[in-house]
């Protein structure tokens, strides 16, 4: 009876999953997500309260994350903090950074992982957690972000991640880094920066 049960779960999953594809990449996407941006370098997928992004940037330095160092992992998380809360110093509203750190995905791609928590309780009745990950190959950078309103990231989201495939190798990557390349990691979150000073900027006119 487990192993029917089990037949089934799989079968489920099977069904509920729809792989996507481009230039740059493929994954597999539940279905439940819907499809909102798809421009030539940002991808975006939401349900309710979530959304998975990707975003594609040239990897014209040849950066790789496979060589990333504990100092280049520690000046990576003080910038994007640093950089994001500059941005939100006038609204009382201040960003965390953490759990930054180098991993290496199921299908053998190297990426640097961080979650961001963003206090949004007294605005929006939740807080939110962005969860990134960069993957490096040797033509391009590659942000994947999943947005939750818990702090726990769900299985759901290390299933899609370790799905990613980009198309692109990895074989001629520089040997040589530079924590400079964050600035494509925060690049996308600035984007979310707007979200949150509408939020806030509204809850203050409302008072």
């Known amino acids: 009876m487990k192993k029917l049960f089990i037949l ?5 999953n099977i069904v509920n999953i729809k792989a996507y594809e481009n230039k740059y990449f493929n994954i597999d996407i539940p279905q439940e997500y819907k499809i909102t941006v798809e ?21 014209e330095n040849g950066y790789t994350v496979k060589n990333y160092t504990e100092e280049d992992i520690n000046n990576q998380k003080k910038y994007i903090e640093e950089k994001i809360n500059a941005n939100l110093d006038k609204y009382d509203t201040k960003v965390e950074v953490t759990d930054m750190k ?28 962005q969860f990134g990950n960069v993957i490096s190959t040797d033509n391009y950078m590659y942000t994947i972000v999943y947005n939750s309103n818990t702090k726990d990231i769900d299985e ?13 190798s990895t074989k001629n990557q520089s040997k040589e880094n530079n924590y400079l390349y964050l600035i494509i990691v925060s690049i996308f979150v600035f984007a979310f920066i707007k979200i949150i000073i509408k939020i806030v900027s509204k809850k203050k006119t409302s008072k």
């Open 8 to 12: 089934f779960a799989l079968l489920f």
């Open 39 to 59: 421009e030539d370098n940002l991808y975006k997928w939401e349900k309710d309260n979530k959304y998975i992004s990707i975003s594609v940037s040239n990897n």
């Open 102 to 129: 180098k991993t290496v995905l199921s299908n053998n791609l190297y990426s640097l992982s961080y979650t961001i928590y963003w206090p949004t309780q007294d605005y929006t009745g939740y807080d939110i957690y």
């Open 156 to 168: 759901e989201f290390n299933t899609i991640l370790n799905s990613f495939n980009p198309i692109d």
